[in-house]
């Protein structure tokens, strides 16, 4: 029942540039809380939306690469 804010935040998250490492689940190598705070709350999602603040990953070579980052 709520479809249209997911699509919504998937669409919206795509169109800031995150990445999709796999279904349901992307990465942005900078700060973005208030984004999607903003998104989750305008469609009132926000109780189905986790975020989690990564300091490592073990495929960050090929995310830097897809992030154009050094």
Known sequence: HKKKGRDALAGRLK???????????????????????????LFQIHPYVRMITAKDIDNALDLKQQFELS
Not at 15 to 41: N, R
């Open 15 to 41: 169109k800031l540039g995150f990445f999709t490492l796999q279904k349901s689940v992307f990465v942005y190598p900078y700060e973005c809380a208030d984004e999607i705070h903003f998104i989750t709350e």
